[in-house]
């Protein structure tokens, strides 16, 4: 039987836009912020890994010695794989650009996360925290709402290193920050772009095998 040429122009937009649907969804990461924890976890699923640096035996330590799923560092320091222990959290080593000393923190995941969140701890500004893929390519940079509280992120594309860098005050200096309870989290699977491609086809489909 042949399909009327009204019903094959709808079947072609149909597909296209299925397409197009499925393009987009590849093409344009997301990133949610949160500054809630409550809010956080209702977004996200199984944790992960959960870092405490309360009671570190160390001063000065490797960002690996922390945990096997994430190392973290000071990027500006003397020694970029070291961070310091202070005040039950961690902080950077030391800078060598900064007026004051005062650098940032870098973090690189042993395997790609989609969700992590940890406590700030600062008297400044909100730090700018920028996510990067497996490739190192940057998938957003975010600011942290709260200075000095919880932050948690969630993004659509896995996440491979992040960089954590300081708010200024308002001299323009760094301000140090603190680091604790770091953690990632599973992230319940949202019907992919290119499943409700497949489902909008397969009805097509469906319809097209009926009205024959």
């Known amino acids: 039987m042949t399909v009327p040429a009204r019903k094959r122009t709808t079947a072609v937009r149909l597909i296209a836009a299925a397409v197009a649907l499925t393009a987009a969804g590849q093409a344009h990461a997301a990133v949610t912020v949160y500054s809630d924890q409550a809010a956080y976890d209702a977004a996200t699923a199984a944790q992960l890994f959960f870092i405490d640096f309360n009671g570190s035996t160390g001063s000065l330590v490797g960002g690996n010695t922390f945990s096997p799923d994430v190392t973290f560092g000071s990027p500006e320091a003397t020694d970029p794989s070291q961070v310091f222990w202070n005040s039950d959290a961690i902080t950077d080593a030391g800078s060598t650009t900064a007026p004051n000393f005062v650098g940032p923190i870098d ?83 949202p019907l992919s772009a290119a499943m409700l491609g497949s489902l909008g086809l397969a009805g097509l489909l469906a319809r097209r095998r009926r009205n024959r």
């Open 107 to 189: 973090g690189r995941f042993t395997s790609p996360v989609r969700a992590f969140a940890l406590l700030f701890s600062s008297a400044g500004e909100a730090e700018q925290v920028s996510l990067f893929d497996e490739l190192d390519t940057l998938i957003d940079t975010v600011s942290a709402p709260n200075p000095s509280g919880f932050f948690g992120v969630v993004s659509d594309t896995p996440i491979k290193s992040f960089l954590l860098d300081n708010g200024l005050f308002p001299s323009g200096d760094p301000d140090r920050f603190f680091v604790d309870d770091f953690r990632a989290n599973e992230v319940p699977e």
